[in-house]
């Protein structure tokens, strides 16, 4: 896509926001005005409108002609009367063997594209559209002359017009997706979770500007962005800037296509950053969100983002009064350390027996941190990453815990809080690191101070040559959460969902260490539900159980 400066034009799904795209470079601000000086059109395209005017086009307008090769697209903007509909056509010698045309409003949006594999593209855009449209040819094969024309049409003839020239309406042609839904479906296989599909886009990318998506993020929400790429382009970068505009990560060169996952404690509005090293073309975008949490989901890298980090004082209190409607009690302050980048902080305190819910809060300037708990015996119980603020759940016998904390990108203060989990689980004190990994997902779901009365875990050894099963009952007319975590000893819980009595399965996850799965009984029917469960590799004990959730959730 060389000397098309486009560069924000965004194909939207329905109810997505759109992308402002730059006006194109100096390229005049024609009209349909007759009068308007303009280049001689090539015989192939008098050809097309006048069959065009024969089915009942009006007047001929040839916005451009110009020399491209593949990859080069010839652009020009077009006024356009709201109550009439617009013929846009592009044609190009024997010399170009794949000639593609698009049209896109002021704001980004795609009116319409024809991606055929001829050299013979056109579109017909009806009421309702903006009244300025940006048309563009791109060479997908060959080199040579280009020419761009349109004509106003009435929508009564628009019909017969497009018949004539067997043009389609300006939809988006579906198969532009096709690599992307086969991407998706592979890239979403392994990561746990279950994503809902948000929206996807197309954009235009070029080397010399970066093109930005807006993307929101409810609290407690993950979301995953797949950028899948044109071959035209060379070595995409993909960056998440969070709304103060500091880089919260960076998606990791892997084959041509791109991802990167952002989580947040609280409701942000974080923006993409895509720009090729080298050349210029499109890129399709899909993006879906998860209430799973990060231990949920199987990523090489996820990133958190939350707000910018505040004064130390400022942010522990913010985080008392947040944390105060949770119902555990007064917070005891465990510890007051600094956090610094490369190196780890060790520090040791009495837990009483129990689970724990402990807040790692971040002062400014410090971002990105890491923090390992471990029990008297130097077993791992809890591990949290995070920006500035980070809660994990801790499950000791009683005795010493110590906290390794480390600054993974600015050095600066941290205040480690401790509240008490009343009527913890026994099952919890024998498996911490499992146990914590299931009070996470708990308190993702905002049940975390009543977890005995929401959930009566059991225990199951779960190996990778056998397979261990559970079985939940949900009673007609209502809904189950079940959740799973892994002990230490194992990597990655697979978990296949069955209906007891059909032997059908319902759903099946590969997951890090903790899998979560909703169901629902219709009202006239009881639901049997069986979970068979195995690892990866190794055997660890996994605790489970379900809770009711609300129908409407």
């Given at each position: 896509m060389t000397r098309w400066t486009l560069t924000a034009a965004v194909l939207l799904a329905t109810g997505c926001t759109s992308v402002a795209a730059p006006k194109p470079r100096s390229t005049p601000n024609r009209s349909l005005d007759p009068s308007v000086p303009r280049p001689p059109p090539s015989t192939e395209l008098t050809q097309a409108i006048s069959s065009g005017q024969r089915a009942g086009a009006g007047q001929q307008l040839v916005l451009k002609v110009d020399s491209a090769a593949t990859g080069d697209h010839v652009s020009a903007p077009i006024g356009v009367p709201k109550d009439r509909c617009v013929l846009i056509l592009a044609r190009a010698g024997a010399s170009v063997s794949d000639l593609d045309l698009y049209a896109y409003a002021e704001d980004g949006a795609v009116l319409g594209s024809d991606e055929q594999p001829d050299n013979r593209p056109g579109l017909m855009i009806c009421p309702p559209h903006p009244g300025r449209v940006f048309a563009a040819a791109r060479v997908a094969g060959g080199f040579g002359l280009v020419s761009l024309g349109a004509v106003l049409v009435s929508p009564t003839a628009s019909s017969d017009v497009s018949k004539a020239l067997d043009l389609k309406r300006g939809a988006p042609r579906v198969n532009a997706w096709a690599e992307l839904n086969d991407a998706l479906a592979a890239h979403q296989a392994p990561l746990g979770g279950d994503w809902k599909e948000q929206r996807r886009i197309k954009v235009a990318l070029t080397d010399r500007v970066p093109t930005l998506v807006p993307v929101s993020i409810d609290s407690g929400e993950c979301a995953d962005i797949l950028v899948v790429p044109e071959r035209t382009l060379t070595q995409l970068d993909v960056v998440a800037i969070s709304k103060d505009g500091v880089q919260i990560g960076r998606a990791q060169p892997a084959g041509r296509n791109r991802a990167i996952i952002v989580c947040s404690q609280q409701r942000v509005d974080v923006t993409i950053e895509l720009r090729p090293h080298a050349g210029r073309g499109s890129a399709a975008l899909a993006i879906a969100t998860t209430r799973a949490t990060p231990a949920e989901i199987d990523a090489p890298a996820v990133l958190f983002t939350t707000y910018a980090a505040a004064p130390l004082k400022d942010a522990v209190s913010k985080r008392i009064t947040a944390t105060a409607e949770l119902g555990l009690g007064r917070p005891v302050r465990v510890a007051a350390l600094s956090a610094r980048f490369g190196r780890r902080t060790s520090h040791t305190s009495k837990f009483p027996v129990g689970c724990h819910h402990v807040e790692i809060v971040g002062g400014k300037p410090v971002r990105g941190l890491t923090a390992w708990f471990y029990d008297t015996s130097r077993r791992l119980v809890a591990h949290q990453l995070g920006v500035?603020?980070?809660?994990?759940?801790?499950?000791?016998?009683?005795?010493?815990?110590?906290?390794?904390?480390?600054?993974?990108?600015?050095?600066?203060?941290?205040?480690?809080?401790?509240?008490?989990?009343?009527?913890?689980?026994?099952?919890?004190?024998?498996?911490?690191?499992?146990?914590?990994r299931l009070l996470g997902a708990l308190y993702a779901r905002g049940t975390v101070a009543t977890v005995a009365r929401a959930m009566k875990p059991s225990a199951a050894v779960v190996r990778h040559d056998s397979l261990a099963t559970a079985?939940?009952?949900?009673?007609?007319?209502?809904?189950?959460?079940?959740?799973?975590?892994?002990?230490?000893?194992?990597?990655?819980?697979?978990?296949?969902?069955?209906?007891?009595?059909?032997?059908?399965?319902?759903?099946?996850?590969?997951?890090?260490?903790?899998?979560?799965?909703?169901?629902?009984?219709?009202?006239?029917?009881?639901?049997?539900?069986?979970?068979?469960?195995?690892?990866?590799?190794?055997?660890?004990?996994?605790?489970?159980?379900?809770?009711?959730?609300?129908?409407?959730?």
């Open positions: 500035h603020n980070m809660t994990a759940f801790v499950c000791t016998p009683g005795g010493d815990v110590r906290v390794d904390l480390e600054a993974l990108q600015r050095t600066g203060p941290v205040q480690i809080l401790r509240r008490s989990i009343p009527q913890s689980h026994p099952l919890f004190v024998a498996h911490p690191l499992a146990a914590g079985r939940y009952t949900v009673a007609a007319g209502r809904c189950v959460e079940w959740i799973a975590a892994l002990d230490r000893g194992a990597d990655s819980l697979e978990v296949r969902s069955m209906d007891d009595e059909t032997d059908r399965e319902l759903a099946r996850v590969l997951v890090p260490a903790v899998a979560a799965q909703r169901f629902c009984a219709d009202a006239g029917r009881t639901v049997k539900l069986r979970f068979e469960m195995r690892t990866l590799g190794g055997s660890a004990t996994a605790l489970h159980g379900g809770r009711l959730v609300p129908i409407a959730r």
